[in-house]
Structures are given as structure tokens and as C-alpha cells.
């Protein structure tokens, strides 16, 4: 195959498929008027012929109607032909034989099958008539013969390909190959999501019905996009990039708007998420200090801005250069406190404009902000040398019960206080890397102690950071509960 980005005499047809019709009849527009002849299907066609778009229907082109409700309507060699062809002797003379015209622009995105199936109670007939068959089909071809054809499948996309088609008069070899490598990845991410469907799906009493999706298939695949590059990973001679879950709307630190600071480092995004897990795990208002993915302090209180306060002040020495998360949104006079000491990064539900205001003050201060709701993962996956260990996310549910089903067994029972701190404890220690002890009075952690071989070595450790304060506090470590 001959790969050249010289100018083709061919006459410019486009092909224009798409389920998201955002910009698209703008840019059938530009197209036109940059000479390109445009073929069109269904609901697409209806859109551009009522923008005033002149189009050819698919199945003036293919001489065979739509059939089976749409289904086939673009699974033709007029079309597919048109789209493979090779700029070669061979390849021209057959389509001429054939009266089949080539097609050097293809655009077309799919049907929303993972918004479709993200709905609950979404009956199986409904979830599988978005599994769309033609457009892959279309988008592999184009991506394959990118040497001589541009595949589009994100409307982003639109205004650079215009401007280059201007500018070039042609769309250039090595857009056409970031365009085919986002094509595969678009497709490939596509049929995970309906694979991790389908796993779900089974024949019950001869009826297809769709059942809780299964948590580990035989196979599974990980779509994942890439968000970024990072300066570099853990360590300053390690390469890292940042990447979202393609399932839906991006949620978490990866779909976290970031206002104000420095681009965030690897070990930031650790810090971001390890805050943001714990602030979450809280319904009233609540702070935490995370250094190294660990908390050095977490409060709860009436006002975030004394929850914020008793969190620094647990380990004031560590919060230095902390990165803090919190469960509401920032007000001015929490803003205000916060801006008192060195903080690398900051991650809230929201902000009100004076607290941004004041947060911005700080130069280099990281400042995001994300939807706190459903932050938990299907699926928790943790890396080995040659595979992966999958497990349910570790989530405490319901503690509503605790204190009816906890077996105490001291001579007296925990105060409804005690109980408070104790539950409170038990929370943060889900967050404390093994063995870890979590020291607490008065909803604010007063020592806090992990990561050691032994638990005595991490009892010994919070109770010294603790110190005097630990007198009348509760002690945390992992099912264990006590009063110190």
C-alpha cells in the first residue's frame, strides 16, 4: 500500500452517520461549501436536508432501500467499497467496473448504548437495539484505509478538520492516523461496554432478562482514557499518565474540575482521591488532612470551618504542605483558614465566589472541585506482576446497627459519646493502611497510627502523638473498638 499525504484528484465524498447530531450540521455545511458531495442515513439526512444542507440518501447511492426497521441500511459494497478502496490501478479500475465512487471522509459516531443500559430497569430488547452494528463497521473500514480516508468519531473534532480541509486543501496523514487510532479505541470501548452487559444477562424460563451484572466474567476489559500526561509518576525518573473510566459521566478526582494551581502530579491525584474518600464517608460536616495517602487528622463539626480547624490542628506538624478534602461547600470564613498555612491541594463538593476569591490568593494552591455522590467503584482492582486481584469495594454500609449488634465486652457499656467517637474512629481506620490504630475524642482524631507489622508498634505510635489528649478517647483498629 502506497502512503502519501499528496493531493488526490478523486472527487470528495463524505459520509456523514451519527447518533450525537451536536455541530453536525455546521459542519456538513463547511463541507459543502469546501466541495465535498455528502451521503447521509435516516435521522442524520432529516437533520441536514431541514438545515438547508444538500444531501444524497444512502440508499439512492447503494440502490437498496432500509430495511428491517434500519438495521441494514449501510452494510453494502456501495458503500463499503468506497470506503476500503486503495489508491491503486487495481482498486480504481474495479470500482469503476462496478460504477462505485470512493468515499475519502467518514463521520459517524454510534448509538448510545452505555447511556442506554446506565438506566435502571431497562428491559433487554430495549438495551440490545443499541448495539449498533452498521457504524463499526463504517468506522473499522475508514480506520483501516486511513492512508487514504479521515474517520471522525468525536464531534470535537469538527473545527480542526475544517481548518486543515481550508488551509491544506486536504486532511493530512498524520491527522488521519490520530483520527484511526481514536477510531479503534472508540470501538473497542464500545463492545467492553456491551460485553460487561451482556454477562448479565441470562435465559430464565425461555425469557432474556437482565440480572445484576456479573462482577467477575471469565474476561473482562478495562476501558480506560487518557486525561492527561503527567510531569512524571511516584518518583521524579518515572514516566505517568492520568486515565478516567469510559463508563458514563466521569466522576470522582477524575471528573474534578480544577479552578486554580499548578497541574496536579501523580502523588497529588493519590493524596486528592484518599481525601475525597474519606470526606465523603461523612453526612455531617467534615474535614481531612491526607499527607502520602494517609490522613494525619479528620474532624467532624457543626461548621465546616471548625470541622476544617480540628482537622489541621490533630497533627499540625504533618498538615504542613497537606492536601485537604471536605463534605460541603468551602464558605469564605473556611477559605479564610485555610489560607493560613502552606497547602498543596484542596477538593470540595463546591466553593462560593468569595472563597474562590480568597483560595486564589494562594499561587500554586490546587484548588478542584467534584460530585461527591456515587464515588464508590463496582469494582476495586489492585495490581500484581502478571495480573490483577478484583474485590467488592470495601464499604461499611449501614452503621445504624452498630451499637445494637457490637458485642461489648468491657464491665460497663460505651456513653452515647463514646458510641459517637467510637463509630467515628472506626470510620477513619477504614482509610488507615494495616495494621492502623485511630485515636479519637470528640469527633477529631487525636492520634493516628499505621502501617506497621505489628499493631502494638501502631498503638504506640498514636498514643504518643496523642498524648496527654488521649485520656477519656476511644481507639479504633480494624473490627476493634476500645476506650482508653
Known amino acids: 500500500m502506497t502512503e502519501t499525504s499528496g493531493k488526490r484528484q478523486e472527487k470528495k465524498r463524505a459520509l456523514i452517520s451519527v447518533s450525537d447530531k451536536l455541530g453536525i450540521a455546521e459542519f456538513a455545511s463547511a463541507l459543502t461549501e469546501l466541495g465535498y458531495q455528502l451521503i447521509s442515513t435516516g435521522g442524520t439526512a432529516r437533520v441536514l436536508e431541514e438545515a438547508g444542507v444538500e444531501v444524497e440518501r444512502v440508499e439512492k447511492v447503494t440502490g437498496f432501500p432500509e430495511i428491517l426497521g434500519g438495521r441494514v441500511k449501510t452494510l453494502h459494497p456501495g458503500i463499503h467499497a468506497g470506503i476500503l478502496a486503495r489508491d491503486l490501478p487495481e482498486d480504481k479500475a474495479q470500482l469503476e467496473k462496478l460504477g462505485i465512487e470512493t468515499i475519502s471522509l467518514v463521520v459517524v459516531n454510534l448509538y448510545p448504548f452505555q447511556k442506554t443500559v446506565s438506566r435502571s430497569g431497562i428491559p433487554v430488547s430495549e438495551a440490545v437495539e443499541q448495539i449498533d452494528i452498521g457504524g463499526p463497521a463504517m468506522l473499522r473500514a475508514a480506520a483501516k484505509n486511513f492512508s ?28 488521519r492516523l490520530n483520527l484511526a487510532q481514536e477510531a479503534f479505541r472508540h470501538t473497542a470501548q464500545y463492545d467492553a461496554a456491551i460485553s460487561s452487559y451482556l454477562s448479565g444477562v441470562s435465559v430464565q424460563e425461555d425469557a432474556v432478562l437482565s440480572s445484576a451484572e456479573v462482577k467477575f466474567p471469565a474476561q473482562m476489559l478495562l476501558p480506560l482514557v487518557k486525561i492527561s500526561d503527567l510531569r512524571y509518576g511516584e518518583n521524579p525518573h518515572q514516566d505517568a499518565a492520568f486515565y478516567r473510566e469510559d463508563s458514563g ?236
Not at 480542526?160 to 498524520?174: D, P, V
Not at 507489622?453 to 498524648?467: D, E, H, P, Q
Open 148 to 175: 487514504r480516508v479521515a474517520v471522525v468519531v468525536n464531534p470535537n473534532h469538527y473545527d480542526q478538520i475544517i481548518q486543515e480541509l481550508r488551509e491544506q486543501g486536504e486532511i493530512s496523514l498524520s491527522t
Open 249 to 484: 459521566q466521569p466522576y470522582g478526582v477524575a471528573g474534578a474540575r480544577q479552578y486554580h494551581g499548578k497541574e496536579l502530579s501523580f502523588n497529588n491525584i493519590l493524596d486528592l482521591n484518599a481525601a475525597l474518600s474519606i470526606a465523603a464517608e461523612f453526612e455531617v460536616p467534615a474535614a481531612v488532612v491526607i499527607k502520602h495517602s494517609t490522613p494525619s487528622g479528620v474532624s467532624m463539626a457543626d461548621r465546616l470551618v471548625d470541622a476544617y480547624r480540628r482537622a489541621y490542628e490533630a497533627d499540625s506538624l504533618a498538615a504542613y504542605g497537606g492536601i485537604v478534602g471536605l463534605n460541603r461547600t468551602v464558605d469564605e470564613e473556611t477559605a479564610i483558614a485555610m489560607t493560613e498555612t502552606f497547602l498543596e491541594a484542596i477538593i470540595a463538593p463546591a466553593y462560593s465566589e468569595e472563597a474562590l476569591t480568597i483560595l486564589r490568593s494562594k499561587k500554586n494552591l490546587r484548588i478542584l472541585s467534584t460530585e461527591f455522590a456515587d464515588l464508590r467503584a463496582k469494582v476495586d482492582v489492585k495490581r500484581v506482576s502478571g495480573g490483577f486481584l478484583l474485590q467488592d469495594p470495601d464499604s461499611l454500609g449501614d452503621l445504624s446497627g452498630l451499637k445494637q449488634n457490637a458485642k461489648v465486652v468491657t464491665k460497663r457499656s460505651p456513653s452515647e459519646d463514646e458510641w459517637d467517637d467510637l463509630i467515628f474512629s472506626w470510620i477513619v481506620t477504614k482509610h488507615v493502611s494495616s495494621n492502623g490504630i485511630v485515636i479519637a475524642k470528640e469527633r477529631q482524631t487525636i492520634g493516628i497510627g499505621c502501617g506497621q507489622v505489628s499493631r502494638v508498634a501502631a498503638a504506640r505510635i498514636a498514643l504518643a502523638k496523642a498524648g496527654k489528649k488521649a485520656e477519656g478517647s476511644v481507639m479504633a483498629s480494624g473490627r476493634v473498638l476500645t476506650l482508653s
